[in-house]
């Protein structure tokens, strides 16, 4: 399995203002993911981050509020742009631990971000 | 909305007994994925079971899959003190280009 690492842990901001989230993984991979978990609740998928190539958005995430960067094959960003306090959630991002179909996902170990 | 469901939203069980938890989903589907997460933190994958497959086990956790019902079930059996935490099954969902659709999820409680 893929060794996945987040930065930061967690962070407390203030509204109105940025946050880029990093995502390291230990192999190459081709698509790497990143989601969103408020409160108490699932995971609800943000987008897919393919190397070289524009980020895939889900319905109702816009690149303006959640820029992605993949600049590589092993590392990727997530931004939470002017923040409010509806944007508190644990962002994890996660990557197939290989090429073909039936693939397990594999899971980061989350950044818990506080908007104040 | 594709998310799945799980039931039930919570279970509590003594120690020892067998915890069963039962997801439903709503499209065709390539697989489905079960994970834990502790406290608020990191998804655990626990088993991957393939469309065309019924029943698959790891250790203590059995997974069965019934494609024409759109339902899944998850058992830990002989449950213990560090199996508390949030079940979420996950479907990879035909032509959905690896993204995962997640059920709400089961907090599950083992008391000593």
């Known amino acids: 399995s893929a060794v996945i690492s987040q930065k930061p842990s967690r962070d407390i901001c203030q509204r109105g203002t940025s946050l880029t989230i990093q995502c390291q993984v230990d192999s190459q991979v081709t698509m790497m993911f990143w989601y969103r978990q408020q409160p108490g609740q699932s995971l609800t998928l943000i987008a897919t981050?393919?190397?070289?190539?524009?980020?895939?958005?889900e319905s109702g995430f816009v690149i303006d509020k959640f820029p992605i960067s993949r600049p590589n094959l092993t590392f990727s960003t997530l931004t939470v742009s002017n923040m409010s306090p509806e944007d508190s959630s644990i962002y994890l991002c996660s990557v197939e631990s290989g090429q073909g179909k039936d693939n397990e996902q594999f899971f980061g170990p989350g950044t818990r971000l506080t908007v104040l | 909305s594709q998310q799945g469901e799980e039931d039930p939203q919570a279970l509590s069980i003594q120690e020892g007994e067998n915890a069963t938890m039962n997801c439903s989903y709503k499209?065709?589907?390539?697989?489905l994925q079960w994970y834990r997460q502790n406290s608020g933190r990191g998804l655990v994958h626990l088993i991957l079971i393939r469309s065309n497959e019924r029943e698959k086990h790891s250790g203590r956790l059995r997974v069965t899959l019934d494609t024409s019902k759109k339902s899944s079930s998850l058992l830990i059996t002989a449950s213990r003190a560090a199996d508390t935490a949030s079940y979420f099954c996950?479907?990879?969902?035909?032509?959905?280009?690896?993204?995962?659709?997640f059920g709400q999820g089961t907090r599950l409680t083992i008391n000593p």
């Open positions: 981050a393919n190397q070289g190539s524009e980020a895939t958005y």
């Open positions: 996950a479907t990879e969902i035909t032509g959905g280009a690896q993204k995962l659709v």
């Open positions: 499209t065709s589907i390539n697989n």
